[in-house]
């Protein structure tokens, strides 16, 4: 089993910045690709961002790329989600995911095993 506790959300005005963590136990962290998704209420849970084992790949969601950047500390067993340029439309709860399949940055939600609570992220016009 993987825990994960994401923190960092909070109530932003339009183009500012905040950044997430997700702090992870239970599991050697470094096996784990991790992921970052978001949802509005009404709406799936989408794909955000992810990161493989080591950070040597990254993807994103055509709507946050150039404005996010994932990144992980295996030291600290921890991934942050940086977010800049905020927009009222990135207002979701975000949650981080944890893949077993280390060596990819997955994309899609089937392919996560682990979940976190979620943070919520509120952007004011």
């Known amino acids: 089993q993987v825990q994960l506790v994401e923190s960092g959300g909070g109530l932003v005005q339009a183009g500012g910045s905040l950044r997430l963590s997700c702090a992870a136990s239970?599991?050697?962290?470094?096996?784990?690709?991790m992921g970052w998704f978001r949802r509005t209420p009404g709406k799936q849970r989408e794909f955000v961002a992810s990161?493989?084992?080591?950070?040597?790949?990254?993807s994103y969601a055509d709507s946050v790329k150039d404005r996010f950047t994932i990144s992980r500390a295996n030291a600290n067993n921890t991934v942050y989600l940086q977010m800049n340029s905020l927009k009222p439309e990135d207002t979701a709860v975000y949650y981080c995911?944890?893949?077993?399949?280390?060596?990819?940055?997955?994309?899609?939600?089937?392919?996560?095993?682990?979940w976190g609570q979620g943070t919520q992220v509120t952007v004011s016009s």
């Open positions: 995911a944890a893949d077993s399949a280390g060596w990819r940055a997955a994309v899609t939600r089937g392919e996560y095993d682990y």
């Open positions: 239970g599991r050697t962290f470094s096996n784990y690709g």
């Open positions: 990161i493989n084992w080591n950070g040597g790949r990254t």
